[in-house]
Nanobody, 115 residues
Framework: QVQLVESGGGLVQAGGSLRLSCAAS????????MGWYRQAPGKQRELVAA???????NYADSVKGRFTISRDTAKNTVYLQMNSLEPEDTAVYYC?????????WGQGTQVTVSS
């Protein structure tokens, strides 16, 4: 099993920045990739950014150039640096771990961007 604990959400004005953190514990050796998804009210959950165990990254088109995903392998933590935030980025952000057996999700953290 893998446990994911997120932190770093909050309220920010448009144009501001936030950094989300996701600390993984448990069977971390089984993780192939980690990422961030988000779900806005009335919308489907969508991939924001992901990073593989080899360090490859990919981003949703809507966040390219504004968001950066990174990791600290010593701390088993993945980060999402979010810059130039827009009201459309308002959502609950979920950390995700893709393992050799099952996907795991964090509890979610709210990000609200005011205009």
């Amino acid at each position: 099993q893998v446990q994911l604990v997120e932190s770093g959400g909050g309220l920010v004005q448009a144009g501001g920045s936030l950094r989300l953190s996701c600390a993984a514990s448990g069977s971390i050796f089984s993780i192939n990739a980690m990422g961030w998804y988000r779900q806005a009210p009335g919308k489907q959950r969508e991939l924001v950014a992901a990073i593989t165990s080899g360090g490859s990254t990919n981003y949703a088109d809507s966040v390219k150039g504004r968001f950066t995903i990174s990791r600290d392998t010593a701390k088993n933590t993945v980060y999402l640096q979010m810059n130039s935030l827009e009201p459309e980025d308002t959502a609950v952000y979920y950390c995700h771990a893709d393992t050799i057996l099952y996907p795991y999700w964090g509890q979610g953290t709210q990000v609200t961007v005011s205009s």
